[in-house]
């Protein structure tokens, strides 16, 4: 391998990106029948529509909700009583974590009652979001600079798709479909170092915050966008992958999973990483004064 792979210039582009949003929304469960939450540390559930506290809930132990009738009903121990909303919210208490799915989440839980079955959002920070997305995406014993390469590549992907899903209510699932998200419960140490590392580092193309798309392996090949979807993308370009002997797993458009390990295996940077996979692009970071 040599290094004359990235001989073109890594170019990083300070200037602020137009109205980033550092709140993202995503969809835990929608149309369900019932839910199980909870928190590590007591805290409030509170009526979305007046602000007003419908119950306090006690730490670490699990509550049900279920639709009634248009508005919902809480349950501890198979006992229901009626909440007289449709729209509730369950923030993480200071420093703890909120439950759902049996699983930890940080932020709020946004919990709806649509047509009679419950929609649930994990409205939290893009940088909290992102630690629960890299271990979910790749292994977080991997290389640290393909954890890094990831990080910027899942905010550039979730920034560039803000309001995807927003028919939901939310802007992304929490599955592949969008990006897999596995919550507080996923994080590890490394894995929440490349995302604080990289922090709001994305990739741009045109002064725009481009879909870095990446999948397991691409089988030696990644594949032009046309290939994958119909349009060709022009920050995409096909390059062999570097993914060894790891058959071909997801479209192979982007970056290569596999092979952003096995690079940083051989030295490469993050930034290296993702200027061979994506052509064109500059680096940039988004600027926190213009959060909406």
């Known amino acids: 391998m040599k290094r004359a792979l990235f001989s073109a210039a890594i170019i990083f582009m300070l200037s602020s990106i137009a109205n980033p949003c550092y709140a993202i929304k995503i969809g835990l469960q929608s149309g369900v029948d019932r839910i199980g939450v909870g928190a590590s540390a007591e805290t409030s559930l509170i009526d979305a529509n007046t602000n007003k506290t419908v119950l306090t809930l006690e730490a670490m132990k699990g509550y049900e909700i279920i639709p009634y009738k248009n508005t919902m009903a809480i349950g501890l121990k198979g006992k229901f009583y009626q909440i007289y909303s449709d729209y ?7 420093n703890g974590f ?3 799915k049996d699983k930890w989440y940080r932020g709020i839980l946004i919990i709806q009652n649509k047509n009679k079955k419950l929609t649930v959002i994990n409205d939290l920070d893009l940088e909290d979001y992102l630690k629960g997305v890299v271990p ?7 290389e640290l600079e393909a954890l890094k390469a990831q990080a910027i590549a899942a905010r550039s992907y979730a920034l560039a798709n803000l309001g995807k899903r927003a028919s939901l209510g939310f802007d992304l699932k ?10 507080a419960s996923a994080e590890t140490t490394k894995t929440n170092e490349a995302v604080e590392s990289t922090s709001g580092l994305v990739l741009t193309y045109n002064m725009k915050v481009v879909p870095a798309y990446y999948s397991a392996s691409a089988g030696g090949q990644t594949i032009n966008a046309s290939a994958a979807w119909g349009n060709d993308l022009p920050f995409i370009r096909s390059v062999p992958s570097f993914d060894g002997n790891v058959k071909k797993n997801g479209h192979g458009v982007g970056m290569s999973q596999h092979g952003a390990n096995n690079l940083a295996k051989e030295g490469y940077n993050a930034y290296q990483i993702l200027s061979y996979f994506f052509q064109n692009i500059k680096f940039a970071k988004v600027n926190e004064n213009s959060v909406n």
């Open 88 to 94: 509730v919210v369950l923030k993480a208490p200071s």
């Open 174 to 183: 929490d599955t592949p479909e969008d990006q897999a998200y596995g919550g």
């Open 136 to 142: 979910s995406e790749m292994p977080s014993s991997w």
């Open 98 to 100: 909120v439950s759902a």
